[in-house]
Structures are given as structure tokens and as C-alpha cells.
Antibody
Framework: EAQLLESGGGLVQPGGSLRLSCAAS????????MAWVRQAPGKGLEWVSS???????YYADSVKGRFIISRDTSKNTAHLQMNSLRAEDTALYYC???????????????WGQGTLVTVSS | IVMTQSPATLPVSPGERVTLSCRAS??????LAWYQQKPGQAPRFLIY???TRSTGIPARFSGSGSGTEFSLTISSLQSEDFAVYYC?????????FGGGTKVEIK
């Protein structure tokens, strides 16, 4: 069974940076697409970014140019580097595993418990 | 692609049949997933391909639709089904979620 454990959240000032990590276990990490999905307090789900086969990456318009998704297959860990943070980036950030190997299809069958990012002065 | 769910809130009694709606702003074929989220928990993957249940999801959950109109039906609502339900399209980037429907106790 896939397990995902996020870390790296915290309080950061506007304009600051933060790096989130997602430690994966229970599946062949290198063969699955991975994603980050966030949820602002009291709000719905918002897809942030995905990394698929060949490390091709995709981003929501709201984070494009500021966030970078990556993965370290030697450590079974995905990362989200968040730069130029804004108040509207405040949210619980979930790591999610695609249901399909390779390029995936964008449906997320496994989720971590999330790590909270608060952007405030 | 904008995903619109209705209603935003749905008061239901246990044992009732409930249908949630999800509309896409353009055709997404059957590239639609449904998730359930309870307070303080991560989303749970229910359905993909518009109608295929994920592993371990009870048969009382069923999905239907294609193109732009979709629905999730719970045939007989159990106490553990009170939650927020989200649809999500994965037909094209950027991936998008609906705003959610909260199924609450009447």
C-alpha cells in the first residue's frame, strides 16, 4: 500500500521561500507520476503541479514561474520548491500519487496527510 | 476547464439515495474522477474514468456521465458518507477540481 508523508511546511513571510518534501513508500516511486494539490483553509482542492515520466512537469497558472516540482528517485522523495510566496499560497499542501504508471493520467489514488504552509508577516 | 458542482450543500437523511452533479465547461470525455473528503482528513479516491470504482469503494457509490455532464450517486446513504465530494477533470492540463458538494445530515 502506498504511503506518502509530507514535510517542510511552516510560517514564512511574503516573498520568502519554502521547500516541501514528500517521502514515498510501498510502491515503485520512480514509475509513477506524482503531484501536489493544495487546500486553502475552509476552501476546496486546487491542483498545483505534477511531475510525470521523463520528469516532465506541469504547473497551475497561479504558481507558474514561482514553484518548481522535482523528485529524487534515489530517496523516493518528491519536492516542491516554493519561491516568492504570497498570502494566497497559504494552504494545506497534499502530495498525491497518480493511479497509473509512466505518464499517469492525472487521477490521484493515494494522498498524504498534508503539510501546512502559512504565508504571513 | 472549469468544473462546476451542484448543489453546494445537500441535506440528506441516512438511507436516502443522493445524486451529486458535476459539469465541465467543455468536453472531457470520461476523464473524470470523484473524491470524498471528511473533516481533518485527506481526500479519498472514489471513482475514475467517470464510472469505475477505485479499489475498496463500496458498490453503493456509482458514477455516470460523459462529455460535460457527470453525476455521482450514493444509493443508500450511510452515516460514514457524510462528507464533501469533489469532482476533478484530468482530460487536459491544468487539472481542475470542482468546488465541492457537502452532503450533510438533514
Amino acid at each position: 500500500e502506498a504511503q506518502l508523508l509530507e514535510s517542510g511546511g511552516g510560517l514564512v513571510q511574503p516573498g520568502g521561500s519554502l521547500r516541501l518534501s514528500c517521502a514515498a513508500s510501498g510502491f515503485s516511486f520512480r514509475t509513477y507520476a506524482m503531484a501536489w494539490v493544495r487546500q486553502a483553509p475552509g476552501k476546496g482542492l486546487e491542483w498545483v503541479s505534477s511531475i510525470i515520466s521523463n520528469d516532465r512537469t506541469y504547473y497551475a497558472d497561479s504558481v507558474k514561474g514561482r514553484f518548481i516540482i522535482s523528485r529524487d528517485t534515489s530517496k523516493n522523495t518528491a519536492h516542491l520548491q516554493m519561491n516568492s510566496l504570497r498570502a494566497e499560497d497559504t494552504a494545506l499542501y497534499y502530495c498525491a500519487k497518480d493511479r497509473l504508471r509512466g505518464g499517469g493520467d492525472g487521477a490521484f489514488e493515494s494522498w498524504g496527510q498534508g503539510t501546512l504552509v502559512t504565508v504571513s508577516s | 476547464i472549469v468544473m462546476t458542482q451542484s448543489p453546494a450543500t445537500l441535506p440528506v437523511s441516512p438511507g436516502e439515495r443522493v445524486t451529486l452533479s458535476c459539469r465541465a465547461s467543455q468536453s472531457i470525455n470520461t476523464n473524470l474522477a470523484w473524491y470524498q473528503q471528511k473533516p481533518g482528513q485527506a481526500p479519498r479516491f472514489l471513482i475514475y474514468g467517470a464510472f469505475t470504482r477505485s479499489t475498496g469503494i463500496p458498490a453503493r457509490f456509482s458514477g455516470s456521465g460523459s462529455g460535460t455532464e457527470f453525476s455521482l450517486t450514493i444509493s443508500s446513504l450511510q452515516s460514514e458518507d457524510f462528507a464533501v465530494y469533489y469532482c476533478q477533470q484530468y482530460n487536459s492540463w491544468p487539472l481542475t477540481f470542482g468546488g465541492g458538494t457537502k452532503v450533510e445530515i438533514k
